[in-house]
């Protein structure tokens, strides 16, 4: 019966993690504690810390579930794209938007939040592989691995610094980042 007690702490886990969400749109994530957290959920602190060691922990537990939610969803608006470089820029551009437009994903990217969204996504092996399996799908090289990294620095920086609009922020990509893919440009 160990795959019942693995089930209900996967279960529990994301019972946590919907409570935190709430959470990070309320107060602000850099605001939220980790009694916060466990009162949210309806669990004790001792509850809370057998799934999450820290709030480092818990955040980044966050950004993984929903960035794999992200990649998810991106990869299937863009998957007819048949251009790597024209497919990237889209989702790019569909990452962008579906973070602006999801208060809790947006909540990470308030004033006073966006560096703690950045430490999440530089420390995430997991965003890393997420994002590797979209953008370096067609090329799985050294180049593609340092593109990836340099297209999460790209649209993170887009959503703490954004455009002027979207067609800025498209025309921006087109002209930087596409160029890079069709050549093969290596750092």
Not at 20 to 45: H, I, N, P, W, Y
Not at 81 to 109: C, G, H, N, Q
Not at 149 to 177: H, M, N, Y
Request: with cysteine; glycine share 4%.
């Amino acid at each position: 019966m160990t795959w019942l007690r693995e089930e209900h702490s996967a279960l529990a886990a994301q019972n946590i993690l919907d409570a935190a969400t709430g959470l990070f749109v309320e107060q602000g994530v850099s605001a939220v504690g980790m009694a916060d957290v466990a009162k949210a959920a309806g669990c004790s602190r001792q509850t809370l810390y057998r799934y999450f060691d820290s709030r480092q922990d818990l955040h980044l537990a966050f950004a993984q579930r929903e960035a794999a939610r992200l990649i998810e969803l991106v990869s299937g608006e863009v998957k007819s794209i048949k251009d790597p470089a024209d497919r990237l820029v889209a989702m790019i551009v569909a990452l962008l938007r579906e973070v602006r437009t999801t208060d809790y994903l947006s909540a990470w990217f308030r004033s006073g939040e966006p560096a703690l969204a950045a430490e999440i996504a530089n420390s995430s092996p997991m965003i890393e592989s997420l994002a590797l399996t979209f953008f370096a799908s067609d090329d799985p090289s050294d180049h593609a691995v340092q593109l990836t990294r340099w297209c999460i620095r790209v649209t993170l920086s887009l959503l703490i610094t954004p455009g002027a609009d979207d067609t800025d922020e498209r025309r921006l990509l087109e002209q930087f980042i596409a160029p890079l893919v069709r050549t093969g440009v290596t750092a």
